[in-house]
């Protein structure tokens, strides 16, 4: 089972700042299967991310995804207000099939 | 636009099994396009997937809860279900449906949750 560690735990910044948080698995993940969510309090996940770099639909172009093998990164370019929030890694692997998640990085106001 | 819903009782006693149902609207279950997965997670912490099931009925599971899961499809309602054996405390979650495409290997659409809380 291949383990997603985000970095780092906590991440403080400024509306305006840019935020690059961590993302590094256990062995090579696949591009095309690593993925990105934001979650903030009492809302479900909502996808960010898929193919390690495509942005889903709706998603502002603030937010972008880079990576390879076993590290990959979300960047937020400028911080807006909503984007305080959690934000999770995920990966599928094959053998067996299944999923995983990063165990998140929390994204506050400084 | 995609709509999931999950439904069932939100307590359940320990030794017990708990069922949910996720029902699809906006879209068809059948679609050959996406795999419907249950994903949960314990209050204040991470996400775990739990396992999905393709419109053929075929499945796959977390192997760390395979042996207490099953997952199955009523493609007629436009619904999929949830059945976990023999809860404990440990089970308790805020646990969610969601859609995942076959293509991208993530998950596009989510309900919006429900807490299942296993308590006697």
């Known amino acids: 089972e291949i383990v997603l560690t985000q970095s780092p735990g906590t991440l403080s910044l400024s509306p305006g700042e840019r935020a690059t948080l961590s993302c590094r698995a256990s062995?090579?993940?696949?591009?095309?299967?690593l993925a990105w969510y934001q979650q903030k309090p009492g809302q479900a996940p909502r996808l960010l991310i898929y193919?390690?770099?495509s942005r889903a639909t709706g998603i502002p172009d603030r937010f972008s995804g880079s990576g390879s093998g076993t590290d990959f990164t979300l960047t937020i370019s400028r911080l807006e207000p909503e984007d305080f929030a959690v934000y999770y890694c995920?990966?599928?692997?094959?053998?067996?099939?299944?999923?995983?998640f990063g165990q998140g990085t929390k994204l506050e106001i400084k | 636009q995609v709509q999931l819903q999950e439904s069932g009782p939100g307590l359940v006693k320990p030794s017990q099994t708990l069922s949910l149902t996720c029902t699809v609207s906006?879209?068809?279950?059948?679609?050959?396009?996406?795999?419907w997965s249950w994903i949960r997670q314990p209050a204040g912490k991470g996400l775990e997937w739990i396992g999905r099931?393709?419109?053929?009925?075929?499945?796959n599971y977390n192997p760390s809860l395979k042996s207490r899961v099953t997952i199955s499809v009523d493609t007629s309602k436009n619904q999929f279900s949830l059945k976990l054996s023999s809860v404990t405390a440990a089970d308790t979650a805020v646990y969610y449906c969601?859609?995942?495409?076959?293509?991208?290997?993530?998950?596009?659409?989510w309900g919006q949750g429900t807490l299942v809380t296993v308590s006697s």
């Open positions: 969601a859609r995942g495409p076959v293509a991208a290997a993530a998950f596009d659409y």
């Open positions: 062995q090579s993940v696949s591009s095309s299967y």
């Open positions: 193919g390690a770099s």
């Open positions: 906006g879209g068809s279950i059948s679609s050959g396009s996406y795999y």
């Open positions: 099931i393709y419109t053929s009925g075929s499945t």
């Open positions: 995920q990966q599928y692997g094959s053998s067996p099939s299944m999923y995983t």
